[in-house]
């Protein structure tokens, strides 16, 4: 290990998890899920299916294995998700013309309105979560983040 990471790793003596920069990774998360949940529980809705809804409402008509790798989410996992989604009619599937094998997803109209609400529902949560940051500090953010991500990603 390189000594200058060591303060943030919890393998040195004088460890403390306000160091561990994962630690807080994993704790904002689950505190965003939270209060997140919290909100869509009038919809009946969790983060699970938001999670799907949105994906669909960046990229329509991608496959379930598109939604899976979108979500970070097994594919069984997704696959139950989806069809409880569409079980709700929030959203519809159809094989893919080219390859019957791909199964494709869609927002239903009801999925639309609802992806609305969630975004709604959720930008009270943003505005809470960014409460006294900037946006610059925002950006800084988001691109440290992705750095590590593609680091984990390799």
């Known amino acids: 290990m390189t000594k200058k990471y060591s303060k ?8 403390s998890l306000d160091n561990f920069p994962f630690y807080w990774v994993t704790q904002v998360h689950a505190q965003h899920v939270q209060n997140v949940d919290h909100a869509l529980k009038k919809y009946g809705l969790d983060n699970s299916r938001r999670r799907i809804l949105l994906a669909l409402k960046a990229k329509s008509h991608a496959s379930v294995s598109d939604l899976s ?11 139950k998700i989806v069809y409880r989604l569409k079980d709700e009619g929030l959203v519809d599937t159809y094989s893919c ?4 094998r791909i199964t494709r997803v869609l927002l239903t109209e009801k999925g639309q309105q609802m992806t609305q609400k969630i975004n709604d529902l959720t930008n ?12 610059l500090q925002i950006e800084k953010m988001i691109e440290s983040l992705k750095h590590i991500f593609k680091n984990l990603a390799r």
């Open 69 to 79: 790798e979108m979500i970070i989410s097994k594919m069984s996992t997704t696959t």
């Open 124 to 135: 009270v949560v943003l505005e809470q979560s960014f409460d006294g940051l900037t946006p």
């Open 8 to 15: 943030f790793l919890p393998c040195v003596e004088d460890f």
């Open 97 to 100: 013309e080219d390859d019957a």
